[in-house]
Protein backbone atom coordinates (compact mmCIF):
# COMPACT_ATOMS: atom_id res chain seq x y z
CA UNK A 1 0.00 0.00 0.00
CA UNK A 2 1.65 3.45 -0.60
CA UNK A 3 2.84 5.40 2.45
CA UNK A 4 3.43 8.75 3.24
CA UNK A 5 6.66 8.71 5.77
CA UNK A 6 7.51 11.73 7.72
CA UNK A 7 11.17 11.44 8.47
CA UNK A 8 14.47 14.17 9.46
CA UNK A 9 18.15 13.69 8.34
CA UNK A 10 20.91 16.32 10.02
CA UNK A 11 21.66 19.24 7.56
CA UNK A 12 25.40 18.49 7.76
CA UNK A 13 24.67 14.81 5.94
CA UNK A 14 21.96 16.56 3.46
CA UNK A 15 22.28 20.34 2.75
CA UNK A 16 22.59 23.98 4.32
CA UNK A 17 24.26 23.19 7.59
CA UNK A 18 26.22 26.22 7.30
CA UNK A 19 23.51 28.38 6.17
CA UNK A 20 20.84 27.01 9.02
CA UNK A 21 24.12 28.03 11.76
CA UNK A 22 24.59 31.37 10.55
CA UNK A 23 20.71 32.02 10.41
CA UNK A 24 19.26 30.22 13.13
CA UNK A 25 16.46 31.68 13.27
CA UNK A 26 15.60 31.22 9.68
CA UNK A 27 13.56 28.04 8.41
CA UNK A 28 14.31 27.27 5.18
CA UNK A 29 11.80 24.89 2.64
CA UNK A 30 12.38 23.91 -0.56
CA UNK A 31 9.92 24.33 -3.44
CA UNK A 32 9.11 22.52 -6.49
CA UNK A 33 11.01 19.13 -5.49
CA UNK A 34 12.06 17.42 -8.56
CA UNK A 35 14.71 17.11 -10.84
CA UNK A 36 15.15 18.96 -13.28
CA UNK A 37 18.33 16.75 -14.99
CA UNK A 38 20.84 15.41 -13.04
CA UNK A 39 22.16 19.28 -12.41
CA UNK A 40 19.00 20.97 -11.50
CA UNK A 41 17.53 19.19 -8.60
CA UNK A 42 14.73 21.48 -5.81
CA UNK A 43 16.10 24.64 -7.75
CA UNK A 44 13.62 26.93 -5.63
CA UNK A 45 13.89 27.90 -1.84
CA UNK A 46 11.66 29.80 0.34
CA UNK A 47 13.14 31.26 3.32
CA UNK A 48 11.66 33.09 5.82
CA UNK A 49 13.99 35.61 6.91
CA UNK A 50 13.95 39.48 8.37
CA UNK A 51 17.10 39.81 6.90
CA UNK A 52 17.35 38.51 2.86
CA UNK A 53 21.11 40.04 2.32
CA UNK A 54 22.46 38.11 5.26
CA UNK A 55 20.28 35.13 4.31
CA UNK A 56 21.94 35.55 0.26
CA UNK A 57 25.06 35.83 1.81
CA UNK A 58 24.92 32.97 3.72
CA UNK A 59 23.72 30.71 0.94
CA UNK A 60 26.08 31.73 -1.30
CA UNK A 61 28.98 30.58 1.21
CA UNK A 62 27.33 27.25 1.86
CA UNK A 63 29.57 24.48 0.56
CA UNK A 64 26.65 22.92 -1.17
CA UNK A 65 25.80 24.92 -2.86
CA UNK A 66 27.25 26.25 -6.23
CA UNK A 67 24.93 29.52 -7.32
CA UNK A 68 22.36 31.60 -5.35
CA UNK A 69 20.43 34.36 -6.65
CA UNK A 70 17.26 36.43 -5.54
CA UNK A 71 13.81 35.94 -7.55
CA UNK A 72 11.84 37.80 -5.07
CA UNK A 73 11.86 39.43 -2.23
CA UNK A 74 8.54 40.05 0.47
CA UNK A 75 8.16 41.58 4.05
CA UNK A 76 9.47 38.50 6.19
CA UNK A 77 10.46 35.96 3.13
CA UNK A 78 12.44 35.44 -0.22
CA UNK A 79 11.97 33.04 -3.41
CA UNK A 80 15.75 31.95 -3.88
CA UNK A 81 17.20 30.33 -7.35
CA UNK A 82 19.69 27.82 -6.02
CA UNK A 83 22.13 25.52 -7.72
CA UNK A 84 23.44 22.67 -4.99
CA UNK A 85 26.54 20.37 -5.01
CA UNK A 86 26.75 16.89 -5.73
CA UNK A 87 26.07 16.35 -2.31
CA UNK A 88 22.54 17.57 -1.81
CA UNK A 89 21.76 15.47 -4.77
CA UNK A 90 22.63 11.83 -3.21
CA UNK A 91 19.59 11.86 -0.91
CA UNK A 92 17.28 13.03 -3.66
CA UNK A 93 18.89 10.33 -5.96
CA UNK A 94 18.34 7.67 -3.21
CA UNK A 95 15.10 8.45 -2.96
CA UNK A 96 14.64 8.37 -6.62
CA UNK A 97 15.82 5.14 -6.73
CA UNK A 98 12.98 3.50 -5.02
CA UNK A 99 10.48 5.32 -7.31
CA UNK A 100 9.67 7.44 -3.91
CA UNK A 101 8.72 11.27 -4.03
CA UNK A 102 9.75 14.03 -1.70
CA UNK A 103 6.61 15.83 -1.26
CA UNK A 104 8.05 18.60 1.25
CA UNK A 105 11.33 19.63 2.95
CA UNK A 106 11.84 22.04 5.39
CA UNK A 107 15.25 23.30 7.24
CA UNK A 108 15.23 25.03 10.78
CA UNK A 109 18.20 24.96 12.96
CA UNK A 110 20.48 22.01 12.27
CA UNK A 111 17.84 19.30 10.73
CA UNK A 112 15.67 18.75 7.72
CA UNK A 113 12.02 17.64 7.99
CA UNK A 114 10.98 15.55 5.15
CA UNK A 115 8.11 14.26 3.78
CA UNK A 116 8.28 11.06 1.73
CA UNK A 117 5.71 8.96 -0.55
CA UNK A 118 6.58 5.86 -0.99
CA UNK A 119 3.92 3.79 -3.66
CA UNK A 120 5.11 0.85 -1.93
CA UNK A 121 5.12 0.61 2.47
CA UNK A 122 8.13 -2.23 1.48
CA UNK A 123 10.12 0.17 -0.11
CA UNK A 124 10.55 2.52 3.24
CA UNK A 125 13.28 0.11 4.83
CA UNK A 126 14.93 -0.14 1.33
CA UNK A 127 15.62 3.43 1.27
CA UNK A 128 16.43 4.02 5.07
CA UNK A 129 19.11 1.38 4.64
CA UNK A 130 20.45 2.69 0.79
CA UNK A 131 20.53 6.05 2.78
CA UNK A 132 22.99 4.32 5.86
CA UNK A 133 25.23 2.70 3.06
CA UNK A 134 25.81 6.57 1.65
CA UNK A 135 26.20 7.72 5.05
CA UNK A 136 22.89 9.35 5.68
CA UNK A 137 21.04 9.08 8.58
CA UNK A 138 17.58 9.06 7.51
CA UNK A 139 15.33 9.18 10.73
CA UNK A 140 11.61 7.95 10.57
CA UNK A 141 9.53 9.68 12.22
CA UNK A 142 6.17 8.94 11.38
CA UNK A 143 4.14 6.44 8.97
CA UNK A 144 0.60 7.15 7.20
CA UNK A 145 -0.81 5.28 5.18
CA UNK A 146 -2.15 7.37 2.02
CA UNK A 147 -5.70 6.13 3.34
CA UNK A 148 -4.85 7.70 6.82
CA UNK A 149 -3.35 10.94 4.82
CA UNK A 150 -6.82 11.63 3.09
CA UNK A 151 -8.52 13.74 5.62
CA UNK A 152 -5.96 16.29 5.49
CA UNK A 153 -4.26 15.47 2.09
CA UNK A 154 -7.54 16.35 0.69
CA UNK A 155 -7.25 20.04 1.41
CA UNK A 156 -3.92 20.39 -0.12
CA UNK A 157 -2.26 20.05 3.67
CA UNK A 158 0.90 18.71 4.70
CA UNK A 159 0.28 16.77 8.16
CA UNK A 160 2.09 19.49 9.60
CA UNK A 161 -0.50 22.06 8.46
CA UNK A 162 -3.11 20.08 9.66
CA UNK A 163 -2.72 19.23 12.74
CA UNK A 164 -1.48 23.02 13.42
CA UNK A 165 -4.88 23.91 12.61
CA UNK A 166 -6.88 21.28 14.23
CA UNK A 167 -4.68 22.13 17.57
CA UNK A 168 -5.00 25.76 17.27
CA UNK A 169 -9.18 25.64 16.25
CA UNK A 170 -9.56 22.97 19.62
CA UNK A 171 -7.65 25.89 21.74
CA UNK A 172 -9.58 28.72 20.78
CA UNK A 173 -7.39 30.34 18.36
CA UNK A 174 -10.32 31.49 16.01
CA UNK A 175 -12.81 32.37 18.83
CA UNK A 176 -13.83 35.62 18.96
CA UNK A 177 -12.40 37.01 21.47
CA UNK A 178 -9.79 34.32 21.11
CA UNK A 179 -8.78 32.31 24.12
CA UNK A 180 -5.12 31.35 23.06
CA UNK A 181 -2.71 33.70 21.01
CA UNK A 182 -0.28 32.67 18.72
CA UNK A 183 2.32 33.56 21.19
CA UNK A 184 0.94 30.39 23.32
CA UNK A 185 0.73 28.52 20.22
CA UNK A 186 4.60 28.43 19.44
CA UNK A 187 4.99 27.50 22.85
CA UNK A 188 2.54 24.68 22.65
CA UNK A 189 4.41 23.24 19.53
CA UNK A 190 7.44 24.54 20.65
CA UNK A 191 8.67 26.62 17.55
CA UNK A 192 9.21 30.46 17.41
CA UNK A 193 6.77 32.76 16.96
CA UNK A 194 8.11 33.52 13.59
CA UNK A 195 7.52 30.25 12.86
CA UNK A 196 4.46 29.55 13.70
CA UNK A 197 2.87 32.41 12.37
CA UNK A 198 4.65 31.50 8.64
CA UNK A 199 3.09 27.95 9.37
CA UNK A 200 -0.56 29.07 10.04
CA UNK A 201 -0.26 31.66 6.72
CA UNK A 202 0.75 28.70 4.57
CA UNK A 203 -1.78 26.52 5.56
CA UNK A 204 -4.82 29.47 5.48
CA UNK A 205 -3.21 30.19 2.15
CA UNK A 206 -3.54 26.11 1.20
CA UNK A 207 -6.73 25.74 2.40
CA UNK A 208 -8.46 28.89 0.50
CA UNK A 209 -6.87 28.52 -2.61
CA UNK A 210 -8.31 25.28 -2.85
CA UNK A 211 -11.60 25.77 -1.50
CA UNK A 212 -11.41 28.65 -4.12
CA UNK A 213 -10.19 26.87 -6.88
CA UNK A 214 -12.82 24.17 -6.46
CA UNK A 215 -15.85 26.73 -6.62
CA UNK A 216 -14.69 28.46 -9.40
CA UNK A 217 -13.85 25.16 -11.30
CA UNK A 218 -17.94 23.99 -10.84
CA UNK A 219 -18.42 27.34 -12.71
CA UNK A 220 -15.74 27.53 -15.29
CA UNK A 221 -14.15 23.86 -16.28
CA UNK A 222 -11.03 25.51 -18.30
CA UNK A 223 -9.82 27.34 -15.03
CA UNK A 224 -6.50 25.71 -14.26
CA UNK A 225 -5.40 25.17 -10.67
CA UNK A 226 -3.31 27.19 -8.59
CA UNK A 227 -2.87 24.54 -5.89
CA UNK A 228 0.46 25.17 -3.85
CA UNK A 229 1.37 22.11 -1.49
CA UNK A 230 4.13 23.80 0.91
CA UNK A 231 6.66 22.61 3.72
CA UNK A 232 5.33 22.97 7.42
Known sequence: MSTIVEATVPADQFALAETLSAAPATE???VRLVAHGSERVMPFLWAGCDDTDRVRDALEGD???E???VLADFDG???FDVDWAAKVRVLVSIVAEENATILDACGRDDTWHLQIFFPDHELVSATREFCGDFGVDLAIERVNRLSEASEYG??????RQYE???????????EVPRTV?????AEHFDVSHQALSERLRRAHETVITNALYHKIHRRDHDVSPRIRHEAD
Not at 154 to 159: A, I, K, N, S
Not at 164 to 174: F, K, M, N, R, W
Open 28 to 30: IRM
Open 63 to 65: PTT
Open 164 to 174: TLVDAYEAGYY
Open 77 to 79: EAL
Open 67 to 69: AVS
Open 154 to 159: HLGLTE
Open 181 to 185: NQEEL
